[in-house]
């Protein structure tokens, strides 16, 4: 009897172990924003949001469901989101980031994939940052 409940207690523990709280946003290199790239947990959704800077990446995000087995976190991308209608492109010589590129007078549009991508990623865990594929994340709220 007493085996089978330290056994029980120890699936537990093992349990809790596995639920890590990611809930806030986690920005790409830095913990002060400033516009990088950054990832949203919420419960057990997550949205991926591209640099403020990349004007020219006419994908800005994606999203759906996540969990985290072991090391690794399992992304099920449901949509993505994207730049569409009028493009216009234009040149800003003092944006050296882009080499002063960006696309203006556009428009996102939301598109729901019909069944979900599912991505595998090593994930690192510390009490203020995850590193996925040895980039950092910093929690920023």
Partial sequence: MKSSILFCLFML?????NCVDLDGIWQYGSSVSCGNARYVFSGNKFSY????DDQLNLIRSF???????DDEIILHIRYIEEICDTLIFSRNPLAVETDGWSVTGRENRRDTLWTSHDVVIPIEITE????????DFYRVR
């Fill in 128 to 135: 203020d940052s995850i590193s996925l594929e040895l980039m």
């Fill in 49 to 52: 949001h591209d640099s403020e």
């Fill in 63 to 69: 999203g759906g469901e996540y969990e985290i087995k």
């Fill in 13 to 17: 523990l093992d349990l809790q172990c």
